[in-house]
């Protein structure tokens, strides 16, 4: 396994914003093992879905296998995830149409109220 340093992860939230398909995967990395950053798999799933979106084969495997470890309130965004998962969504859907598209969703420039 490969150790993240903080740097490196400050680095991949960079790349990240700017859509790179290896920074994403490798923050789900982060968050899935709790290198730099502490454990959580909702956040780890986000980053993984993100990569899977534009093509990173490792990131749909390490997507399945989260979905399926983690706890049904988690899985189906329970109450106490609710608004995570609300927001994982909404970044995916409105900030990327190219994902959003990939991922079987239409695209909107209209924020959700």
Known sequence: ???????????????????????????????????????????????FNLAAVRGVEAAKNWRHQLATEMSTGQDRGGPENGPRVAEYLQELIFTSPASASRAGWAHTDRAVS
């Open 1 to 47: 396994m490969v150790c993240i340093d903080v740097d490196s992860l400050a680095q991949y939230e960079r790349d990240a914003k700017e859509g790179r398909a290896d920074a994403l995967y490798n923050l789900g990395l982060a968050y899935s093992t709790g290198q730099g950053v502490g454990v959580d798999m909702v956040v780890a799933h986000k980053w």
